[in-house]
Nanobody, 123 residues
């Protein structure tokens, strides 16, 4: 069982920056795809940014140019640098990990979520 623990959330003003961290209790994170999701005002969780095991990244249109996802496999950690924060970025941010093993009928997916960290951006 993999545990993911987020940290770095808080209350900031519009235009400020925050850096979220996700620590994974796993011996080797390098095979996992990782992502940050957020849940705003009770809505469904939405993908904010992802980084594959190979280092490719993708971002939601709403955060492109402002947020940057990164990972440090040696530290079993993932990060989200959030700049130029806006009030609409307010929400609970979750760390997500996906490990896929096997192919075809032997394919198995292992999905893990952190408990979330609150980010509040005041106007």
């Amino acid at each position: 069982q993999v545990q993911l623990v987020e940290s770095g959330g808080g209350l900031v003003q519009a235009g400020d920056s925050l850096r979220l961290s996700c620590a994974a209790s796993i011996s080797d994170l390098s095979f996992n795809d990782m992502a940050w999701y957020r849940q705003i005002s009770g809505n469904q969780r939405e993908l904010v940014a992802l980084i594959t095991s190979g280092g490719s990244t993708n971002y939601a249109d709403s955060v492109k140019g402002r947020f940057a996802i990164s990972r440090d496999n040696a530290k079993n950690a993932m990060y989200l640098q959030m700049n130029s924060l806006k009030p609409e970025d307010t929400g609970i941010y979750y760390c997500y990990s996906l490990l896929v093993v096997g192919n075809g009928p032997y394919r198995r997916e292992y999905k893990y979520w952190g408990q979330g960290t609150q980010v509040t951006v005041s106007s």
